[in-house]
């Protein structure tokens, strides 16, 4: 999925921000972007599987080593 990769590479991006402002603005990014996930999981009906909750952590561990 696109928004996923796109999440990854903001995550990327923070983490080799060099200025404060820099990476405010991606995290803002980065929050859009995982609230349309969130979003388009739930309308999928996927947020209620066990395979999602899993998936899920795993993205979010990833993008918190990230920032």
């Known amino acids: 999925m696109q928004l996923r990769k796109d999440m990854l590479t903001i995550g990327d991006l923070i983490a080799a921000c060099q200025t404060d402002a820099e990476r405010r603005k991606l995290q803002l990014e980065l929050s859009a972007k995982w609230l ?32």
């Open 36 to 67: 349309r996930y969130q979003s388009l999981m739930s309308d999928r009906g996927w947020t209620q599987s066990e395979a999602f909750t899993d998936y899920q952590r795993e993205i979010q561990q990833r993008l918190t080593e990230n920032g």
